[in-house]
Protein backbone atom coordinates (compact mmCIF):
# COMPACT_ATOMS: atom_id res chain seq x y z
CA UNK A 1 0.00 0.00 0.00
CA UNK A 2 1.16 3.73 -0.91
CA UNK A 3 2.73 5.38 2.06
CA UNK A 4 0.64 8.62 2.17
CA UNK A 5 -3.23 6.83 1.26
CA UNK A 6 -5.46 9.31 2.40
CA UNK A 7 -3.21 12.16 3.71
CA UNK A 8 -2.76 15.70 2.25
CA UNK A 9 0.57 16.95 2.15
CA UNK A 10 1.13 20.72 1.33
CA UNK A 11 4.10 21.34 0.07
CA UNK A 12 5.74 25.17 -0.44
CA UNK A 13 7.76 26.34 -2.99
CA UNK A 14 5.92 23.38 -4.63
CA UNK A 15 6.43 24.31 -8.50
CA UNK A 16 10.65 24.70 -8.31
CA UNK A 17 13.46 22.20 -8.62
CA UNK A 18 13.29 20.25 -5.66
CA UNK A 19 9.74 21.04 -4.54
CA UNK A 20 8.39 19.63 -8.04
CA UNK A 21 10.11 16.68 -6.74
CA UNK A 22 8.66 16.53 -3.67
CA UNK A 23 4.66 16.71 -4.79
CA UNK A 24 5.10 14.53 -7.67
CA UNK A 25 6.74 11.96 -5.40
CA UNK A 26 3.82 12.12 -2.89
CA UNK A 27 1.57 12.27 -5.11
CA UNK A 28 2.83 8.82 -6.56
CA UNK A 29 2.82 7.31 -3.09
CA UNK A 30 -0.84 8.19 -2.49
CA UNK A 31 -1.21 11.65 -1.49
CA UNK A 32 -3.23 14.55 -2.12
CA UNK A 33 -1.23 17.18 -3.12
CA UNK A 34 -1.64 20.64 -2.77
CA UNK A 35 1.06 22.71 -4.53
CA UNK A 36 1.84 25.99 -2.75
CA UNK A 37 3.65 28.65 -4.71
CA UNK A 38 3.25 31.97 -6.15
CA UNK A 39 4.25 31.36 -9.49
CA UNK A 40 0.63 30.28 -10.58
CA UNK A 41 0.93 29.37 -14.09
CA UNK A 42 3.78 26.57 -13.30
CA UNK A 43 1.45 25.44 -9.84
CA UNK A 44 -1.43 25.37 -12.29
CA UNK A 45 0.49 23.27 -14.87
CA UNK A 46 1.47 20.81 -12.21
CA UNK A 47 -1.58 20.43 -10.70
CA UNK A 48 -3.35 19.47 -14.40
CA UNK A 49 -0.43 17.18 -14.93
CA UNK A 50 -1.26 15.21 -12.01
CA UNK A 51 -4.65 15.37 -11.95
CA UNK A 52 -6.59 14.13 -9.34
CA UNK A 53 -5.32 14.45 -5.90
CA UNK A 54 -3.44 17.85 -6.65
CA UNK A 55 -4.86 21.03 -6.39
CA UNK A 56 -2.51 24.47 -6.75
CA UNK A 57 -2.80 27.21 -4.33
CA UNK A 58 -1.11 30.84 -4.46
CA UNK A 59 0.86 31.04 -1.27
CA UNK A 60 2.94 33.93 -0.43
CA UNK A 61 4.73 32.04 2.50
CA UNK A 62 5.35 35.90 4.40
CA UNK A 63 1.76 36.37 4.42
CA UNK A 64 -0.05 34.55 7.65
CA UNK A 65 -3.59 35.05 5.66
CA UNK A 66 -2.00 33.44 2.90
CA UNK A 67 -1.02 30.75 4.92
CA UNK A 68 -4.60 30.60 6.37
CA UNK A 69 -6.12 30.14 2.72
CA UNK A 70 -3.84 27.69 1.98
CA UNK A 71 -4.84 25.22 4.99
CA UNK A 72 -8.78 26.27 3.91
CA UNK A 73 -8.36 24.78 0.58
CA UNK A 74 -6.25 22.03 1.68
CA UNK A 75 -9.18 21.19 4.61
CA UNK A 76 -11.86 22.16 2.19
CA UNK A 77 -10.52 19.95 -0.70
CA UNK A 78 -9.49 16.63 1.08
CA UNK A 79 -10.90 16.89 4.54
CA UNK A 80 -7.45 17.36 6.56
CA UNK A 81 -3.92 18.09 6.62
CA UNK A 82 -1.44 15.54 7.51
CA UNK A 83 2.23 16.79 6.34
CA UNK A 84 4.04 20.18 5.72
CA UNK A 85 6.51 20.32 3.65
CA UNK A 86 8.26 24.03 4.50
CA UNK A 87 10.04 24.11 0.94
CA UNK A 88 10.12 27.59 -0.30
CA UNK A 89 13.22 29.27 -0.12
CA UNK A 90 15.59 32.23 -1.75
CA UNK A 91 19.00 33.26 -1.92
CA UNK A 92 20.66 36.59 -1.78
CA UNK A 93 23.01 37.74 -4.86
CA UNK A 94 26.56 37.35 -3.31
CA UNK A 95 28.08 40.15 -1.35
CA UNK A 96 30.18 41.17 1.75
CA UNK A 97 27.87 41.74 5.09
CA UNK A 98 29.37 45.43 4.28
CA UNK A 99 27.58 45.63 1.05
CA UNK A 100 24.88 43.64 1.91
CA UNK A 101 21.39 46.34 2.01
CA UNK A 102 18.92 45.92 4.65
CA UNK A 103 16.37 45.21 2.29
CA UNK A 104 17.95 42.00 0.66
CA UNK A 105 18.60 40.98 4.60
CA UNK A 106 14.87 41.68 5.27
CA UNK A 107 13.61 40.04 2.19
CA UNK A 108 15.85 36.56 2.70
CA UNK A 109 14.59 36.38 6.47
CA UNK A 110 11.19 37.13 5.59
CA UNK A 111 10.78 33.99 3.06
CA UNK A 112 12.98 31.82 4.42
CA UNK A 113 12.79 31.86 8.04
CA UNK A 114 9.38 34.13 8.34
CA UNK A 115 7.89 31.73 5.59
CA UNK A 116 8.68 28.76 7.97
CA UNK A 117 7.85 30.10 11.17
CA UNK A 118 4.17 31.17 9.80
CA UNK A 119 3.94 27.61 8.36
CA UNK A 120 4.37 25.53 11.55
CA UNK A 121 2.15 28.72 13.05
CA UNK A 122 -0.91 28.26 11.06
CA UNK A 123 -0.83 24.83 10.46
CA UNK A 124 -0.01 23.27 13.78
CA UNK A 125 -3.76 23.36 14.34
CA UNK A 126 -4.90 21.70 11.38
CA UNK A 127 -2.10 18.62 11.93
CA UNK A 128 -3.94 18.85 15.46
CA UNK A 129 -7.36 18.23 13.94
CA UNK A 130 -6.18 15.25 11.56
CA UNK A 131 -4.83 13.52 15.21
CA UNK A 132 -1.06 14.38 14.36
CA UNK A 133 1.20 14.09 11.47
CA UNK A 134 4.94 15.50 10.58
CA UNK A 135 6.35 19.07 9.47
CA UNK A 136 9.64 19.24 7.80
CA UNK A 137 11.76 21.94 7.03
CA UNK A 138 14.05 22.38 4.63
CA UNK A 139 17.66 24.01 5.38
CA UNK A 140 20.38 23.73 4.01
CA UNK A 141 24.31 23.23 4.45
CA UNK A 142 24.77 26.54 4.68
CA UNK A 143 22.76 26.03 8.02
CA UNK A 144 25.62 24.78 9.34
CA UNK A 145 28.47 26.54 8.69
CA UNK A 146 29.44 29.52 7.44
CA UNK A 147 29.71 30.70 4.20
CA UNK A 148 31.09 34.13 2.95
CA UNK A 149 29.13 36.03 0.80
CA UNK A 150 25.72 34.77 1.64
CA UNK A 151 25.66 36.24 5.72
CA UNK A 152 21.07 36.55 4.94
CA UNK A 153 20.93 32.94 3.28
CA UNK A 154 23.31 31.53 6.04
CA UNK A 155 21.62 33.24 8.98
CA UNK A 156 17.54 32.05 7.76
CA UNK A 157 18.75 28.72 7.42
CA UNK A 158 20.74 28.80 10.77
CA UNK A 159 17.69 29.81 12.48
CA UNK A 160 15.53 27.29 10.76
CA UNK A 161 17.17 25.13 12.65
CA UNK A 162 16.35 26.29 16.41
CA UNK A 163 12.84 26.85 15.35
CA UNK A 164 12.62 23.14 14.16
CA UNK A 165 14.06 22.25 17.75
CA UNK A 166 11.42 24.34 19.64
CA UNK A 167 8.62 23.42 17.16
CA UNK A 168 9.09 19.77 18.09
CA UNK A 169 9.21 20.25 21.70
CA UNK A 170 5.88 21.89 21.62
CA UNK A 171 3.97 19.62 18.70
CA UNK A 172 5.53 16.53 19.66
CA UNK A 173 2.76 15.34 22.74
CA UNK A 174 0.01 16.30 19.87
CA UNK A 175 1.77 13.62 17.51
CA UNK A 176 3.09 16.57 15.33
CA UNK A 177 6.70 15.30 14.17
CA UNK A 178 9.38 18.67 13.24
CA UNK A 179 12.51 17.48 11.52
CA UNK A 180 15.08 19.25 9.05
CA UNK A 181 16.74 18.30 5.89
CA UNK A 182 19.92 19.98 5.04
CA UNK A 183 20.47 19.21 1.36
CA UNK A 184 23.84 20.46 -0.20
CA UNK A 185 24.35 21.18 -3.52
CA UNK A 186 21.70 20.06 -5.57
CA UNK A 187 21.10 20.55 -9.26
CA UNK A 188 18.61 23.26 -9.82
CA UNK A 189 17.89 26.00 -11.03
CA UNK A 190 18.04 27.48 -7.32
CA UNK A 191 21.92 26.33 -7.24
CA UNK A 192 22.74 26.35 -11.19
CA UNK A 193 21.37 29.78 -11.81
CA UNK A 194 22.52 33.23 -10.43
CA UNK A 195 20.18 34.44 -8.01
CA UNK A 196 18.00 37.94 -8.87
CA UNK A 197 20.58 40.78 -8.84
CA UNK A 198 23.51 38.30 -9.15
CA UNK A 199 26.12 37.18 -11.59
CA UNK A 200 27.16 33.73 -10.90
CA UNK A 201 25.17 30.87 -9.01
CA UNK A 202 26.00 29.20 -6.33
CA UNK A 203 27.31 25.88 -8.42
CA UNK A 204 29.61 27.98 -9.51
CA UNK A 205 31.53 27.72 -6.61
CA UNK A 206 31.44 23.83 -5.70
CA UNK A 207 32.56 21.92 -7.66
CA UNK A 208 32.12 18.04 -6.94
CA UNK A 209 35.05 16.44 -7.92
CA UNK A 210 36.47 16.49 -4.22
CA UNK A 211 32.90 15.53 -2.33
CA UNK A 212 32.94 11.71 -0.85
CA UNK A 213 30.69 10.85 -3.67
CA UNK A 214 31.78 13.44 -6.81
CA UNK A 215 28.31 14.50 -7.81
CA UNK A 216 25.91 16.91 -7.45
CA UNK A 217 22.82 15.75 -5.53
CA UNK A 218 19.65 15.10 -7.50
CA UNK A 219 16.25 16.63 -6.56
CA UNK A 220 15.36 12.92 -6.39
CA UNK A 221 17.99 11.85 -3.54
CA UNK A 222 16.70 14.59 -1.20
CA UNK A 223 12.91 13.78 -1.64
CA UNK A 224 13.45 9.96 -0.70
CA UNK A 225 14.55 11.23 2.63
CA UNK A 226 11.42 13.64 2.63
CA UNK A 227 9.37 10.48 2.20
CA UNK A 228 10.80 9.16 5.35
CA UNK A 229 10.66 11.68 7.35
CA UNK A 230 6.96 12.10 6.69
CA UNK A 231 5.86 9.28 7.02
CA UNK A 232 4.62 6.71 9.63
CA UNK A 233 8.67 4.92 9.36
CA UNK A 234 9.47 7.54 11.28
CA UNK A 235 7.48 7.53 14.10
CA UNK A 236 9.84 8.23 16.86
CA UNK A 237 11.91 10.42 15.13
CA UNK A 238 11.55 14.47 15.90
CA UNK A 239 13.56 17.52 16.65
CA UNK A 240 16.12 15.46 14.26
CA UNK A 241 18.44 17.39 11.26
CA UNK A 242 19.71 15.37 8.36
CA UNK A 243 22.27 16.37 6.33
CA UNK A 244 22.05 14.74 2.48
CA UNK A 245 25.42 16.30 0.56
CA UNK A 246 27.52 13.55 -1.16
CA UNK A 247 29.69 14.61 2.01
CA UNK A 248 30.01 18.29 1.05
CA UNK A 249 31.16 18.91 4.45
CA UNK A 250 33.19 16.00 5.33
CA UNK A 251 36.26 17.77 3.34
CA UNK A 252 38.10 16.91 0.56
CA UNK A 253 37.80 13.24 -0.72
CA UNK A 254 41.84 12.80 -0.45
CA UNK A 255 42.47 9.42 -3.04
CA UNK A 256 46.56 8.35 -1.86
CA UNK A 257 48.38 6.54 -4.50
CA UNK A 258 47.81 3.06 -4.47
CA UNK A 259 50.28 -0.11 -6.09
Known amino acids: MPRFDDQTVLVTGGTGGQGSSHVRAFHAEGANVVIGAIDAERGAALADELGTRARFTHLDVT ?133 AGATAAIADFYSPEPFAIPRLGEPADVTRLLLFLASSDASFITGSEYVIDGGLLLGPALQAETG
Open 63 to 195: DESSWSAAVLAAESTFGALHVLVNNAGVQNPPAPIEKTDQATWSRILDVNLTGTFLGIKVTAPALRRAAGGAIVNIASTMGLGGTAHYAPYVASKWAVRGLTHTAALELGRDHIRVNTIHPGVIATPFIQEPA
